[in-house]
T-cell receptor, first 117, second 121 residues
Framework: EAQVTQNPRYLITVTGKKLTVTCSQN?????MSWYRQDPGLGLRQIYY???????DKGDVPEGYKVSRKEKRNFPLILESPSPNQTSLYFC????????????????FGPGTRLLVL | AQKITQTQPGMFVQEKEAVTLDCTYD???????LFWYKQPSSGEMIFLIY??????QNATEGRYSLNFQKARKSANLVISASQLGDSAMYFC??????????????????FGKGTLLTVNP
């Protein structure tokens, strides 16, 4: 089954304790992205990656890091979490090898609910 | 300025009736794509329908159709014959070519703030 998986699904942590949210896709997609969703704000992009070892900042990258060492994995790293990073996080992926990139559907993971105390 | 505007924070509809969820967008890029996603209370994001800026006909997918009015920059989602399972948050999103900032390499979706649809029995 084609899917994007995220772990953990729920996480409660304390300020300053480093954490990693994993994301993995089994569709051989080149493009992967992280979004955060906050009430009344919709989804905002944090980081994205066009392929292995190619990453770039989205709209709200402060306080986050990513890496793309393998095509299927795109972990999100919070080096020193703060309460304002409490949010619902989504990983997404899509193909980027076709010419009609505008219509490539982005597949989302199930989301990770993070609470930073 | 917001790129995607969803003016209806909440909508109510009776089961089996049709409902229209509004979406307007702002872009100067002639090439763009418009998407609608559904987010039920369980939280996952489910792709519903896509409309390309150069598509001549309005997109349809089962009970979902997109009323695309390019000159007005609107891309409203129409759900026919509403079902109780349609109760969810609905997001309109846009992808632009974005060559200025990323050379066209960011497949980023820009989302609206969403509309919460409640279907009443």
């Amino acid at each position: 089954e084609a899917q994007v998986t995220q772990n953990p699904r729920y996480l409660i942590t304390v300020t300053g304790k480093k954490l990693t949210v994993t994301c993995s896709q089994n569709m051989n997609h080149e493009y992967m992205s992280w979004y955060r969703q906050d009430p009344g704000l919709g989804l905002r992009q944090i980081y994205y990656s066009m392929n292995v070892e190619v990453t770039d900042k989205g709209d709200v990258p402060e306080g986050y890091k990513v890496s793309r060492k393998e095509k299927r994995n795109f972990p999100l790293i919070l080096e020193s979490p703060s309460p304002n990073q409490t949010s619902l996080y989504f990983c997404a992926s899509s193909s980027a090898s076709g010419g009609a990139f505008l219509r490539e559907t982005q597949y989302f993971g199930p989301g990770t609910r993070l609470l930073v105390l | 300025a917001q790129k995607i505007t969803q003016t209806q924070p909440g909508m109510f509809v009776q089961e089996k009736e049709a409902v229209t969820l509004d979406c307007t967008y702002d872009t100067s890029d002639p090439s763009y794509g418009l998407f609608w996603y559904k987010q039920p209370s369980s939280g996952e994001m489910i792709f519903l329908i896509y409309q390309g800026s150069y598509d001549q006909q309005n997109a349809t997918e089962g009970r979902y159709s997109l009323n695309f009015q390019k000159a007005r920059k609107s891309a409203n989602l129409v759900i026919s014959a509403s079902q109780l399972g349609d109760s969810a948050m609905y997001f309109c999103a846009m992808r632009e070519a974005d060559f200025l900032n990323s050379g066209g390499s960011n497949y980023k979706l820009t989302f609206g703030k969403g509309t919460l649809l409640t279907v009443n029995p």
